[in-house]
Structures are given as C-alpha cells and as structure tokens.
C-alpha cells in the first residue's frame, strides 16, 4: 500500500498481485460488518473478536509483502551489489511492525 505521506517513486509489479487484492477485498468486508457491529450496539466481545480477525488478516497481507520483498527486490539488489540500502530500508519497515 503505497504511503501518500511519503510518495515512493519506485514501483513494481506484485508477484501475488490478484491475491492480495482478494485479501484486502476481504479485510474491508470485515472492516464494514465491525462498523455495522458497532452501529448495532453488538456486544464488546464479538466486536474485538472480529477486530483480531481483522489485525490476523491485515498480518498476513504484510507477511506475504514482506516476503515477496525479500525473496524479489532485496535478493536481486543484494546480487547487484546495491544491497546496502534496501536492506537498511527492510530493516526500517521490520521497526514499524515491532512497535
């Protein structure tokens, strides 16, 4: 996801483009029915339940990004001997995760 914030000019191509765009389709279906949850008055308990759905889903979509970087950009920088700052910038994103 890109951070408008921050605008990146590198771009590329997902390799699992299709399935994480069915993910994040999914994830906003259960972002939508939480909304609705809380507009009904739904009980607290069934409501966290669903936001740790959502936080395990959202995890796995980073994972999989996660690994496609590494295994894709990181490993092809690395090979052309550019690895030094991709791998400072994995490092960086890894800090946003842990805190």
């Known amino acids: 996801m890109e951070d408008l ?3 990146s000019p590198k771009r590329v191509v ?3 483009k ?3 765009l069915n993910r994040l389709k999914r994830i906003e279906g259960q972002v939508r029915g939480v909304h609705k949850m809380v507009e009904e008055d739904r ?3 069934d409501i966290l339940n669903q936001i740790a759905a ?3 889903a959202v995890n796995k979509v980073s994972l999989a990004l996660l690994e496609d ?3 894709h950009c990181v490993s092809k920088a690395v090979k052309e001997n550019s690895g030094d700052e991709v791998i400072s910038e994995l490092m960086d994103v890894f800090q ?3 805190k």
Do not use: A, D, G, K
């Open 5 to 7: 914030s921050n605008p």
């Open 14 to 16: 997902q390799p699992n």
């Open 18 to 20: 299709q399935q994480l």
């Open 43 to 45: 009980y607290c308990v």
């Open 54 to 56: 959502i936080n395990s």
């Open 69 to 71: 970087h590494t295994t």
């Open 96 to 98: 946003r995760f842990v």
